[in-house]
């Protein structure tokens, strides 16, 4: 079948190069953007200007564009979301009950839904955090994430829907910048340390949080979408993780890297969030179930952020 794929969000974060990893591999046309603003850099492809609460927007172009696969990539992130919670549930869960309906009464074959390490809390255990655990979050988003998780889940068993999610840790790349979540100060500091050469961190020095690379994380949207459906045993967002470190510990690699790079720290309202979450994930479901394997580490992430983020900048 010829795969037509819709992207609901695409101008944020993962959604910008995720859109282009997906062009690449379908082409240019077979993938259509979308998002309630117009992307900054001129769309290099179709593009929609759709609201994720305007169900008949998205309903027309699914029909009109005879979409097959969903990515719902709309959200508003964990630290954002702490400072307007109605208007984050409202997008992030009406947002997410439009699509799921939509795809399974248009008999959209497969759906994506981002989830994230926001669903643990604080009875969750923060080591090595197991794929079925406690999971009672903290935040807006997190209620969101992990009710969206549940909603997935009940949409497969009760209507059949092709859906598959992911618990995304931090996602740290060169392409674009996040916004409003917790683990952004992962991509600022090498901006930081790139213009300035000094960063100031809204996390402590010894946060310990789960991240991964940007390369990493589309490899695995891309690859657990193309896992046949007997393959994926969970339907409500798999535990993933490429590495985990504290600010600290980033710091001291991107200083072997960029002579003179400094960073103080300043912790603000965030800090309660990171705490809320897991230092490190077992991910041994996804690899299990559909192959999943991190390629890399802090080491070589740094090294080709660095590399990546400068020749951008220049
Ligand atoms: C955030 O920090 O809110 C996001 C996430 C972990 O989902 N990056």
């Known amino acids: 079948m010829n795969t037509r794929i ?12 995720l859109a282009e990893s997906l062009r690449t591999k379908y082409g240019r046309d077979q993938v259509i953007c979308s998002d309630i603003r117009e992307p ?3 769309a290099d492809g179709p593009f929609r200007l759709i609201d994720v609460l305007d169900s008949k927007a998205i309903e027309q172009v699914i029909q009109e564009e005879n979409i097959n696969q969903v990515y719902h990539l709309a959200a508003l992130l964990s630290a954002r979301g702490e400072q307007n919670p109605s208007l984050t549930w409202q997008i ?3 947002g997410l009950l439009n699509v799921l309906d939509i795809c399974s009464r248009l008999k959209v074959s497969r759906l994506f839904f981002p989830s994230s390490i926001a669903v643990y809390g604080p009875t ?8 079925f655990t406690s999971l009672q979050p903290s935040t807006v988003y997190g209620i969101s994430k992990l009710a969206g998780e549940m909603w997935c889940e ?4 009760r209507y059949g829907l092709d859906v598959r999610s992911l618990r995304y840790p931090g996602v740290i790349g060169w392409q674009s910048l ?3 979540g917790t683990t952004d100060y992962a991509v600022e500091i090498f901006h930081g340390a790139l213009k300035s050469g000094h960063y100031k961190c809204f996390l402590k020095a010894g946060t310990r949080l789960p991240m991964i690379y940007m390369d990493d ?3 695995a949207t891309i690859e657990l979408m193309e896992a046949p459906s007997d393959k994926i045993r969970i339907r409500t967002g798999y535990n993933l993780v490429g590495m985990s470190f504290t600010p600290a510990e980033i710091a001291e690699e991107i200083k072997k890297l960029v002579d003179g790079f400094t960073i103080s720290y300043e912790p603000d309202f965030r800090q309660q969030i990171a705490e809320s979450w897991s230092e490190s994930i077992d991910d041994s479901s996804a690899r299990a179930d559909w192959g999943w394997s991190p390629r890399y580490d802090l080491k070589e992430m740094c090294r080709e952020m660095l590399e990546k983020l400068s020749g951008k900048l220049a």
């Open 217 to 219: 994380a589309i490899r």
């Open 40 to 42: 900054k850099l001129q």
């Open 6 to 17: 819709l992207i609901l969000g695409s101008n944020g974060q993962i959604g910008t190069v």
């Open 92 to 94: 992030n869960m009406q």
């Open 124 to 131: 969750t255990p923060k080591q090595l955090t197991p794929q």
């Open 154 to 157: 009940y949409y497969h068993h």
């Open 178 to 180: 996040p916004e409003g």
